[in-house]
């Protein structure tokens, strides 16, 4: 595991490397591994602890797993989910809140890595669920944080993959240290702990999967939240990254239904020129080109409000901006139907984009003035699109990529200025 995060993690980093602690054995193995780790590598470690509420036990469970964290030197921050309810799929709202959670405290505390304790028993579990029909994803030793937009800028290790939970408590009991068993572990109503029982014990040959990285490469109109890419290329692709291009271009979190993918590539594979529109995102096809940009009409169906900005306070827009102004009196909305009211020079630079892209960019109105402007130029603003889609489209790559190119990925770029200029 050392040579993993030594490869992965970069050495004498000022920022945190984050850990999830549940307090569990397998977390808390995890947590003394890369605590000794950081002390040769020169590095903070944060723990975060999500306490989920739902068991009387939390609060004592969560004050534990901070006594475990202190003692083996690490930094803590307990975290909170205060929306608990019961009723239907309650692991599934449980896990989105605990990523949701991890990823905001880790980006806040600097951390671009966050990392888990999930071993070989859990991905044998998640394949199980997956083939009962459950919608838990494949574990992979790499991946970006599959919350949005919390979980921008925030990729997940999973250095104990190929590890058995056995092995981390027995590591644990040799250097005397406990756990928290939390009792819901044999509740039989939650699917993990059925798929347990099925598994008893027993785990299929894991064998990592290996894909190349999808060959892209972002051109200036990605800065407007606009995606050109090869047909052929995207048929050729997996599903999930159409499905993934989708999403970025839209500002969603939840993918295409399978169905829906299906019959869009259909249509790419039959229709010459043409337009069709999934899941928020507008498809322009003309010849071998795709060209992907926001819907502007689901902004508007999607209940997309104006927004009053508060100065020097970022926020994240339509799921692909980060947007901060530094005066008051600016609230920012949807293009659509202020076009004509932006200056002159304004509407020369929107011409480099496609007539139907236009609608769909942030613009920002002054209520004292009575004045629309393009968000660009007022405020600092950063496209998510393309380094959303970027960092997705590695998944499955033949390495786990370092931590300093994962935040070249996400933050090497400039923002261009030909846009109104």
């Given at each position: ?96 809140a ?17 990392i ?8 044998a ?55 928290i ?80 993918l ?10 010459g ?45 339509d799921g ?64 998510l ?37």
């Amino acid at each position: 595991m050392f040579r993993q995060l030594s490869a992965c993690l970069d050495h004498g980093s000022p920022a945190p490397v984050a850990v999830g602690l549940s307090g569990g054995g397998d977390s808390h193995a995890l947590l003394a591994l890369v605590c000794d780790w950081a002390k040769g590598a020169g590095r903070p470690v944060l723990a975060l602890t999500v306490d989920h509420h739902l068991n009387p036990q939390s609060t004592d469970w969560t004050a534990k797993a901070g006594e475990m964290a202190r003692a083996l030197g690490a930094d803590w921050q307990a975290l909170h989910w205060n929306e608990a309810k019961g009723g239907s799929g309650i692991q599934a709202r449980a896990r989105q809140a605990r990523h949701a959670l991890l990823a905001d405290a880790a980006r806040e505390a600097g951390a671009s890595i966050l990392i888990l304790g999930h071993t070989a028993d859990d991905a044998a579990e998640n394949d199980w669920m997956r083939a009962q029909g459950t919608s838990v994803g494949r574990l992979r030793v790499w991946s970006p944080s599959p919350v949005w937009p919390q979980g921008r800028g925030v990729s997940l290790l999973r250095p104990l993959l190929f590890e058995r939970r056995q092995a981390l408590r027995d590591y644990l009991q040799h250097r005397g240290l406990d756990w928290i068993d939390d009792p819901a572990n044999q509740d039989a109503r939650y699917s993990r702990i059925r798929a347990r029982a099925a598994l008893n014990g027993e785990l299929p040959a894991i064998t990592p999967q290996v894909w190349k990285p999808f060959a892209w490469q972002a051109g200036p109109e990605a800065h407007a939240g606009v995606l050109r890419f090869s047909r052929r290329a995207m048929l050729e692709a997996p599903d999930r990254i159409l499905a993934m291009a989708l999403l970025c271009v839209s500002g969603g979190d939840v993918p295409p239904r399978g169905e829906k993918l299906d019959q869009l590539k259909a249509r790419l594979v039959e229709t010459g020129d043409g337009v069709a529109v999934l899941s928020g995102t507008r498809i322009e096809m003309q010849g071998d080109e795709l060209t992907l940009m926001r819907e502007a009409g689901e902004q508007m169906r999607g209940g997309l409000e104006p927004q009053i900005l508060q100065p020097n306070t970022p926020v994240v827009w339509d799921g692909r901006f980060t947007v901060r102004v530094n005066a008051p009196d600016w609230q920012i909305l949807p293009a659509k139907g202020r076009l004509n009211r932006l200056h002159e020079k304004h509407r020369r630079g929107l011409s480099i984009l496609p007539p139907a892209a236009r609608a769909s960019l942030p613009a920002l109105y002054n209520s004292k003035l009575d004045q629309y402007v393009p968000a660009w130029s007022e405020a600092e603003i950063c496209c998510l699109v393309a380094p959303r889609f970027r960092v997705n489209s590695l998944v499955g790559a033949d390495e786990t990529p370092q931590e300093v190119a994962l935040i070249d990925l996400w933050h090497g770029e400039t923002v261009p200025t030909a846009l109104f200029s």
